[in-house]
């Protein structure tokens, strides 16, 4: 494997935390988009939205906070073969470009990510910074094929 990112990674800061995801798994980002809350969820989901006519279901990066923030959000819609959902995130996303970011090989001891699995960790100018393995991630959600 190669010491530094060899794709364009997008950059999420969220909660003290950084995270990435490979950007050939986004499809989109959309801006101030809907939530509809459905009762009975686990807290990671935040509700549905509609995406071109399609209700997907929208997760939260981070476990919301009570009273948080509500209505309109940024969402990442991310397709992961026959899947797609959107991101919650709590800002704007950033760039990583091929090659700035440097892989930590053996990287320390850090605090679960939830429902997100890890990939690998990475160094950038942000920070640590820990790429979302989209593939586990969904296949982990997935109740229902």
């Not at 459905?38 to 807290?43: A, G, K, N, R, S």
């Not at 699995?117 to 160094?123: A, C, D, F, L, N």
Request: with cysteine.
């Amino acid at each position: 494997m190669e010491p530094y990112n060899e794709r364009e990674l997008l950059g999420i800061a969220c909660g003290g935390r950084n995270y990435a995801v490979d950007i050939s798994w986004v499809e989109e980002i959309c801006f101030d988009i809907a939530i509809s809350k459905l009762p009975c969820l686990p807290p990671h989901f935040a509700g549905v939205f509609n995406y071109r006519g399609d209700i997907l279901p929208a997760v939260c990066l981070e476990k919301p906070e009570e009273g948080g923030k509500k209505g309109r959000v940024i969402l990442l819609v991310i397709r992961c073969k026959a899947y797609r959902l959107g991101i919650v995130i709590p800002a704007e996303p950033y760039m990583i470009p091929a090659g700035a970011a440097r892989r930590i090989d053996n990287p320390p001891e850090a605090e679960s990510c939830g429902i997100w699995k890890e990939k690998e960790i990475y160094q950038t100018e942000q920070g640590l910074t820990f790429l979302i393995d989209i593939e586990e991630t969904v296949s982990g959600m997935v109740v229902y094929q």
